[in-house]
């Protein structure tokens, strides 16, 4: 995609790539953006989230 303009509809395209040479899922690459982001932006953690992410089964 050399020479295209940028577009938000490839950004899974550049999450498979970062997984690819990370040798993790994308899944992991998105979390990890995700987290990264709500650390920099300081988006405290949902309480409820964080609640229910502390009682898996």
Same mark, same amino acid.
């Given at each position: 995609?050399?020479?295209?303009?940028?577009? =938000?509809?490839?950004?899974?395209?550049? +999450?498979?790539?970062? %997984?690819?040479?990370?040798?993790?899922? =994308?899944?992991?690459?998105?979390?990890? +953006?995700?987290?990264? %982001?709500?650390?920099?932006?300081?988006? =405290?953690?949902?309480?409820?989230?964080?609640?229910?992410?502390?009682?898996?089964?």
């Amino acid at each position: 995609h050399r020479g295209q303009r940028n577009s =938000p509809l490839l950004l899974h395209l550049v +999450a498979e790539k970062i %997984a690819q040479i990370k040798e993790i899922t =994308p899944n992991e690459v998105a979390e990890t +953006a995700y987290n990264n %982001a709500m650390k920099f932006f300081r988006v =405290p953690p949902d309480p409820v989230k964080h609640h229910k992410a502390g009682h898996k089964k």
